[in-house]
């Protein structure tokens, strides 16, 4: 990611203290990291253990050294917390700010990594059960899909299952497309027949 506004040293030790805070240290900068033109620096967040706290998998099921989506939410968080008028622009979303940071990294957790016929939510793709679920770091607002998310409780019983229910739920927010008919007027009426869903 790109990040306008922070120096390398300072991202280094936010992304340092929120994965000693939050990760067992296993989240760390990319050594690849370095600083740009002006005040712009690229990095990428890493974990040391791929099955440990923060990783995740790929949408195939591999495993690597890929921090987790919570562990990137809260090192930006911690980053915006600091610089509030900082710039990110990740592979996902350009963060302008706290307030932009604030306002669309929730969404991107439900953004599909996987494929087509093997879709698969980057929020959903944590090694570790629970992960980042310790602390809300967005207060949820009226028409804001977290609040929908937060409104039924998802057990760990079985996460199969509840991933099944998160989606179900959200399925359930959009509604059908409205069926039009298109063919002969003989057939207006007559149920199932010439009409289609666009």
Do not use: Q
């Not at 120096?7 to 805070?21: K, N």
């Amino acid at each position: 990611m790109n990040i306008t506004g922070v120096p390398l040293g300072d991202f280094c030790a936010i992304t340092d203290d929120v994965s000693c805070r939050k990760y067992g240290g296993n989240v760390v900068v990319a050594s690849d990291a370095h600083s740009g033109y002006g005040n712009t620096i690229t990095a990428r967040l890493r974990v040391m253990d791929s099955r440990g706290a923060g990783a995740r998998t790929a949408a195939t099921g591999r495993h690597g050294p890929y921090a987790c989506w919570h562990a990137y939410r809260d090192v930006l968080w911690s980053m915006f917390e600091v610089y509030p008028n900082a710039r990110a622009r990740t592979a996902l979303e350009t963060y302008r700010g706290i307030s932009g940071f604030e306002r669309d990294y929730p969404a991107t957790g439900d953004r599909n990594v996987g494929s087509a016929m093997h879709p698969a939510c980057i929020a959903d793709l944590c090694v570790m059960d629970g992960c980042g679920d310790a602390e809300p770091l967005f207060a949820p607002t009226v028409g804001d899909l977290a609040a929908v998310e937060e409104a039924v409780p998802v057990t760990d019983d079985d996460s199969i299952l509840a991933r099944i229910e998160r989606e179900l739920r959200r399925a359930d927010r959009y509604a059908p497309e409205p069926l039009v008919f298109e063919g002969p007027e003989s057939l207006a009426g007559v149920p199932d027949l010439a009409y289609s869903g666009r």
